[in-house]
């Protein structure tokens, strides 16, 4: 056996990356510079530490997350297994008690005798001779990692260099960044007897699931006098917002608020299927909070991820019916996530292409949300430990959706490339037509699961 696979990043994608080597045989270095250096957004030491939100998305069978968990389950991922241990009601979702599952996860992994955990800043990548590595360090990946990672694609042609580092690459150190970036957002937390329940009620949209959420009803002038406020909000910088990257999925509310009055109402306070039990109609707007741990003692603000001032925040959410007098737990936040341009640099195994024993995993990756980040780090665990074996390495297949995300996140157009999550829009077109969509997604489904089933019975069977 060669050296063992050092893995950079004990998030999600490296946690998992960690716990499939080590289950192959294979021993792990496992790097985290944390808490000795922390980021802008952790706030422990702990491994796996989800920071925007706590959900890992519908577990409503035939949809896109729902494949690609049950993919993940089939593969034997460690993270879901322990998120499924600490989950908290959270209707047709899935969704976890952060701490715990972070604490859960730190400590399945530090006792497992084939993973020797540094928590240092890992130093330069040795991408020659026999050394693995699978980088994870995810979308906050320091300067210094950053610059290395800069190293690893000087291989590239001049063109290739251009395309891999993107218009907006900065200087740094004097080797030009590979990596492109988008902000992303973070959601308030209150304390749960800080809401007033008799201006709430209980429900999921459309019934679907257990009535797991609070929901806060707006009426037309409540919500308008809401929106007013929100618009004169102080951010936290005073930018020109409309120039700033942000990821489509994760606006900050006062962005999307901006775009006009009603596209609130149609995404994050959107009131369809939330019909009031008291009223027995649809309220005009909706606010919904999801339970944050499993004592139920604090509840993050669904989708209300925004980048005011702190007092403002607690201004203008406190105007929302039932938060009139909320504590917070955690204000809304901003950070920068980086990620490489995958299409340039990474093959579907997720190796360099010019530095095959490099692996990258995780949202550094291109791709983005919880359950990608833990696929991709199970991907790459496999592979490395393959490649460490000595054995052949396989991409997952392009019908999966493993293979679909790492199909679209290596073919994609290099020259605008954007993060991912899990959709039926990456998987491959059906042969025939089928016009019902929820058919049409169930035949995917099994079409996916059905090749996914081949591959582990060649691919990974052969890791073991």
């Excluded at 955990?117 to 950053?146: C, F, N």
């Excluded at 679209?408 to 954007?418: E, P, R, S």
């Amino acid at each position: 056996m060669s050296a063992p696979v050092r893995i950079v990043g004990a998030g999600l994608a490296g946690s998992e990356a960690a716990w499939q080597c080590a289950q192959r045989g294979v021993k792990v270095e496992l790097f985290e510079m944390r808490p000795v250096s922390s980021t802008p957004a952790h706030q422990t030491g702990d491994f796996a530490e989800l920071v925007c939100s706590n959900s890992l998305k519908s577990d409503s069978e035939n949809t896109a997350p729902w494949l690609l968990k049950e993919e993940m389950r089939r593969a034997g991922s460690l993270l879901l297994q322990i998120a499924r241990e600490c989950a908290v009601p959270a209707g047709h979702a899935l969704a976890v008690d952060r701490v715990a599952f972070a604490a859960k996860v730190t400590e399945v992994i530090s006792r497992e005798p084939r993973i020797t955990i540094r928590r240092e800043e890992a130093g330069r990548i040795d991408e020659s001779g026999e050394q693995v590595t699978v980088i994870a360090s995810g979308p906050l990946t320091s300067e210094a990692l950053a610059n290395e990672i800069g190293r690893l694609s000087v291989s590239l042609s001049s063109a290739e260099t251009t395309e891999a580092w993107g218009a907006e690459g900065s200087q740094q150190a004097g080797v030009p960044s590979p990596h492109l970036y988008f902000y992303d957002s973070i959601s308030p937390i209150v304390e749960a007897d800080s809401i007033d329940m008799s201006r709430v009620y209980m429900a999921a949209r459309y019934e679907k699931g257990s009535a797991d959420y609070i929901n806060c009803p707006m009426t037309r002038e409540e919500y308008d006098t809401f929106y007013d406020a929100l618009l004169a909000g102080q951010s936290v910088e005073e930018h020109d917002w409309e120039k700033l990257n942000y990821f489509e999925s994760c606006l900050p509310i006062e962005e999307i608020a901006r775009r006009g009055r009603d596209t609130l109402r149609f995404g994050p306070m959107k009131p369809v299927g939330l019909k009031d039990p008291r009223s027995g109609r649809m309220p005009y707007a909706v606010v919904q909070l999801r339970q944050e741990n499993l004592r139920a003692d604090s509840y993050n603000l669904v989708g209300f991820q925004n980048h005011l001032k702190f007092g403002e925040q607690a201004r203008v959410l406190r105007m929302i019916p039932g938060l009139e007098n909320a504590r917070f737990l955690r204000y809304g936040q901003i950070h920068r996530n980086t990620y490489i341009n995958s299409p340039t640099l990474l093959n579907e195994t997720l190796q360099m292409k010019a530095h095959p024993r490099v692996f990258f995993a995780g949202q550094i990756c291109g791709v983005e949300g919880y359950v990608e980040s833990m696929a991709t780090g199970l991907l790459a665990g496999v592979n490395s430990a393959a490649l460490a074996r000595g054995e052949q390495v396989f991409p997952a297949p392009r019908a999966s959706a493993f293979g679909s995300l790492t199909h679209y996140i290596t073919h994609a157009d290099a020259k605008n490339f954007q993060p991912a999550n899990i959709t039926f829009d990456l998987l491959p077109p059906l042969d025939a037509k089928i016009r019902d969509r929820k058919q049409r997604h169930q035949r995917q489904c099994e079409i996916a699961l059905r090749e996914f089933d081949q591959w582990m019975e060649s691919a990974l069977a052969a890791t073991h």
